[in-house]
C-alpha cells in the first residue's frame, strides 16, 4: 500500500504509479526482527508486547496485594482501595497534585475479565496502529490518548477509574484519522471500519451494568485522532522522524517518573484497608 495515497502497489513499485511518489519496505519488512530477543517478540509489535507485558506485571501485582492485606476478590475483582493506591484516576479535585495518576490508570485492570478484554484488543489494535504508523508515533498516540482520556475522566467523572480503553480508544482514533487524511476508496474502507468500532464502544459505555467510563474513552479517542491527524505514517526517509522519536523518549520517561512517584507515594500509605 503506498503510504501517500494508499492505493495498492505492487512490492516491486518504488515510485507509486497513482501519486508518483517514492516509496519503500513498510517499517515492518524493514525493522531488524532478530534483535528483540531473538525474534521472540516481533520488532513491529514491540510497543504493544511491552504494554502488554506491563498490564500483565501489574495486575498480578494489585491482585497479589489485594490478597495479602485481605480485601478480597483477588484476580476476579480488584478492590477500590489497592487500585487507588497502585495509582487508580481520582477526580480533578481531589488530585491535589498527583498528575501521575492520569498516567499509571491506564495500567490498571479491575479483574480478569477487564484485563482480557482490553489486552485482546490491543493485540491486535495496536500491532496495527504499530505496523502503519511506526513505534514512535504508535506510542505518542497511545500515551497522549492515556492521559487525554483520564483527564477528560477526571473532569466529568470523580470517582475511580482505571484501564487500558483510554489509549485503545486514541488507536481508534488515529485510524480514524488516517481514513479522513486520505480521501480515496481505501481510506473510507479504514474509516467506516474504525468508527464502527467507536459507536460499539460508546454505546456499551451507555449500559449501566457495563461500568464502563466514557468520558475516558471519548477523550482519548479524540486525542488520539489529534496526534494521528497530524503524524503521518514513516517514509522509508521521514525528515520528521527524528522529532518522533524524541517525542516517544518523553512519553517513555514521564511515564517511568508517574510510576516512581506512585511508588514513593505508595511506600509512605498508612494501612491500606483503612483508606
Same mark, same amino acid.
Given at each position: 500500500m503506498?503510504?501517500?495515497?494508499?492505493?495498492? *502497489?505492487?512490492?516491486?513499485d518504488?515510485?507509486?504509479? /497513482?501519486?508518483?511518489?517514492? =516509496?519503500?519496505?513498510?517499517?515492518?519488512?524493514?525493522?531488524? @526482527? !532478530?534483535?528483540? $530477543?531473538?525474534?521472540? $517478540?516481533?520488532?513491529?509489535?514491540?510497543?504493544?508486547?511491552l504494554?502488554?507485558?506491563i498490564?500483565a !506485571?501489574?495486575f498480578?501485582a494489585? &491482585?497479589?496485594?489485594s490478597?495479602?492485606?485481605?480485601?478480597?476478590?483477588?484476580?476476579?475483582?480488584?478492590?477500590?482501595?489497592?487500585?487507588?493506591?497502585f495509582? #487508580?484516576?481520582?477526580?480533578?479535585?481531589?488530585m491535589? !497534585?498527583q498528575?501521575?495518576?492520569?498516567?499509571?490508570?491506564?495500567?490498571?485492570?479491575?479483574?480478569?475479565?477487564?484485563?482480557?478484554?482490553n489486552?485482546?484488543?490491543?493485540?491486535?489494535?495496536?500491532?496495527?496502529?504499530e505496523? +502503519?504508523?511506526?513505534?514512535?508515533?504508535?506510542w505518542?498516540?497511545?500515551? =497522549?490518548?492515556?492521559?487525554?482520556g483520564?483527564?477528560?475522566?477526571? @473532569?466529568?467523572?470523580?470517582? +475511580?477509574?482505571?484501564?487500558?480503553?483510554?489509549?485503545?480508544?486514541?488507536?481508534?482514533?488515529?485510524?480514524? #484519522?488516517?481514513?479522513?487524511?486520505?480521501?480515496?476508496?481505501?481510506?473510507?474502507? *479504514?474509516? !467506516?471500519? /474504525?468508527?464502527?468500532? &467507536?459507536?460499539?464502544?460508546?454505546l456499551?459505555g451507555?449500559?449501566?451494568?457495563?461500568?464502563?467510563?466514557? %468520558?475516558?474513552h471519548?477523550?482519548?479517542?479524540?486525542?488520539?485522532f489529534? @496526534?494521528g491527524?497530524? %503524524?503521518?505514517?514513516?517514509r522509508? #526517509?521521514?525528515?520528521?522522524?527524528?522529532?518522533?522519536?524524541?517525542?516517544?523518549?518523553?512519553? =517513555?520517561?514521564?511515564? @517511568? =517518573?508517574?510510576?516512581?512517584?506512585?511508588w514513593?507515594?505508595?511506600?509512605?500509605?498508612p494501612?491500606?484497608?483503612?483508606?
Amino acid at each position: 500500500m503506498c503510504p501517500h495515497c494508499r492505493a495498492f *502497489i505492487t512490492d516491486k513499485d518504488k515510485i507509486c504509479p /497513482y501519486c508518483n511518489e517514492a =516509496v519503500g519496505p513498510r517499517y515492518a519488512e524493514r525493522a531488524n @526482527v !532478530g534483535a528483540v $530477543i531473538g525474534g521472540f $517478540i516481533p520488532h513491529a509489535r514491540f510497543n504493544t508486547m511491552l504494554i502488554l507485558l506491563i498490564n500483565a !506485571g501489574l495486575f498480578a501485582a494489585t &491482585a497479589l496485594f489485594s490478597i495479602k492485606v485481605g480485601a478480597g476478590g483477588g484476580f476476579g475483582d480488584i478492590d477500590g482501595r489497592v487500585l487507588y493506591a497502585f495509582g #487508580a484516576k481520582i477526580g480533578l479535585r481531589d488530585m491535589d !497534585g498527583q498528575w501521575w495518576r492520569l498516567v499509571t490508570a491506564g495500567f490498571l485492570h479491575g479483574g480478569l475479565f477487564h484485563i482480557l478484554m482490553n489486552s485482546w484488543v490491543l493485540f491486535d489494535l495496536g500491532a496495527q496502529v504499530e505496523a +502503519i504508523y511506526g513505534p514512535s508515533r504508535m506510542w505518542v498516540i497511545y500515551f =497522549v490518548a492515556t492521559v487525554g482520556g483520564f483527564y477528560a475522566s477526571a @473532569v466529568f467523572n470523580p470517582g +475511580i477509574s482505571i484501564g487500558a480503553s483510554a489509549g485503545l480508544c486514541g488507536l481508534i482514533g488515529a485510524m480514524i #484519522a488516517l481514513g479522513v487524511r486520505h480521501q480515496n476508496p481505501m481510506g473510507k474502507a *479504514i474509516r !467506516g471500519m /474504525y468508527v464502527r468500532w &467507536a459507536v460499539y464502544i460508546l454505546l456499551m459505555g451507555l449500559l449501566p451494568f457495563f461500568n464502563i467510563d466514557n %468520558a475516558a474513552h471519548i477523550g482519548g479517542m479524540a486525542a488520539g485522532f489529534a @496526534v494521528g491527524y497530524f %503524524a503521518r505514517t514513516p517514509r522509508a #526517509a521521514g525528515g520528521t522522524e527524528g522529532l518522533w522519536q524524541a517525542a516517544s523518549w518523553c512519553c =517513555v520517561i514521564l511515564t @517511568v =517518573v508517574s510510576f516512581l512517584k506512585m511508588w514513593l507515594w505508595f511506600s509512605h500509605l498508612p494501612n491500606i484497608m483503612s483508606l
